[in-house]
């Protein structure tokens, strides 16, 4: 399948979705073409407040290519995604993102992120979420383990 072709079976998945009481977003991720997943938002049809149409597609495709490392495939999404999924998109390391509607056409339908990009900029005891760090010492024994732990899976 061509850019194109992916692209609307992405939007296809969004509208699909509504119809289903999901959230208007779909997403494929796709390796030379070949659709690897694609899914919709489900966080009204499972109670998870994870579950955008990104994220859904990053966990099937994991899960069918047996890696965490998505690199050398694409995702399609029918929107910008939010912070949440693109922060997820790097992790999982694809190549490249490609969207159609943006983060004003979700602001304009009642999904508004503006408030997450807002707060991280912000010093912890700014945010509205009441942030305080604690136990900082406590918590790098995890990580000076994870330093000398030989057998380790980067990621």
Same mark, same amino acid.
């Given at each position: 399948m061509d850019k194109n072709e992916l692209m609307k079976q992405a939007i296809k998945r969004s509208v699909e979705s509504v119809a289903k009481g999901g959230g208007p977003f779909g997403a494929i991720i796709a390796k030379d073409g070949e659709v690897i997943a694609e899914?919709?938002?489900s966080v009204t049809l499972t109670n998870d407040p994870t579950?955008?149409?990104e994220i859904n597609a990053i966990r099937q495709a994991t899960q069918k *290519? #047996?890696?965490f490392d998505l690199s050398g495939c694409e995702i399609y999404s029918s929107c910008e995604p939010c912070p949440m999924? *693109? #922060?997820a998109i790097y992790w999982a390391r694809l190549d490249k993102?490609?969207?159609a509607g943006t983060?004003?056409?979700a602001m304009e339908a009642g999904f508004d992120d503006s408030f997450i990009y807002d707060e991280l900029k912000l010093d912890y005891a700014d945010r509205k979420l009441y942030?305080?760090?604690m136990m900082?010492?406590?918590a790098k024994e995890a990580f000076d383990k994870w330093r000398n732990f030989e057998e380790k899976i980067d990621y």
């Open positions: 899914a919709s938002n579950a955008h149409a *290519l #047996g890696t999924c *693109l #922060g993102l490609y969207f983060k004003t056409d942030t305080r760090q900082r010492e406590k």
